[in-house]
């Protein structure tokens, strides 16, 4: 089992950057590929990126192409997610989310495909 815990949050002009991160604490963070959901008022969740147990293999939905970067230091039981140029429609309550899996190479892109999720921190883009 894992508890994730989210922060790096905030407002930010549009432009701006920000760093998110999600600190896990229980055992075997590497056993675990991860993924960054994001969920604006009034719309559903969406995956933003996932990255794979070993960091081989990384995924970003077309809207955030070129702008976030998705990492883990597994020695640290930490993935990031490394926000540039920051618009008001990435305006969300973004969720880490953390799912066992024997692949170091496999990545989940579906919320329902993870198991273990933090509580969120807000990100507000203005303009």
């Known amino acids: 089992q894992v508890q994730l815990v989210e922060s790096g949050g905030g407002l930010v002009l549009a432009g701006g950057s920000l760093r998110l991160s999600c600190a896990a604490s229980?055992?075997?963070?590497?056993?675990?590929?991860m993924g960054w959901f994001r969920q604006a008022p009034g719309k559903e969740r969406e995956c933003v990126s996932a990255?794979?147990?070993?960091?081989?293999?990384?995924y970003y939905t077309q809207s955030v192409k070129g702008r976030f970067t998705i990492s883990r230091d597994n020695a640290k039981n930490t993935v990031y997610l490394q926000m540039i140029s920051l618009k008001p429609e990435d305006t969300a309550v973004y969720y880490c989310?953390?799912?066992?899996?024997?692949?170091?190479?496999?990545?989940?892109?579906?919320?329902?495909?993870?198991?273990?999720w933090g509580q969120g921190t807000l990100v507000t883009v203005s303009s």
């Open positions: 229980g055992r075997a963070f590497n056993m675990y590929a």
């Open positions: 990255i794979s147990r070993n960091g081989g293999d990384t």
């Open positions: 989310a953390a799912r066992a899996t024997p692949s170091v190479s496999n990545k989940f892109l579906q919320g329902r495909d993870y198991n273990y």
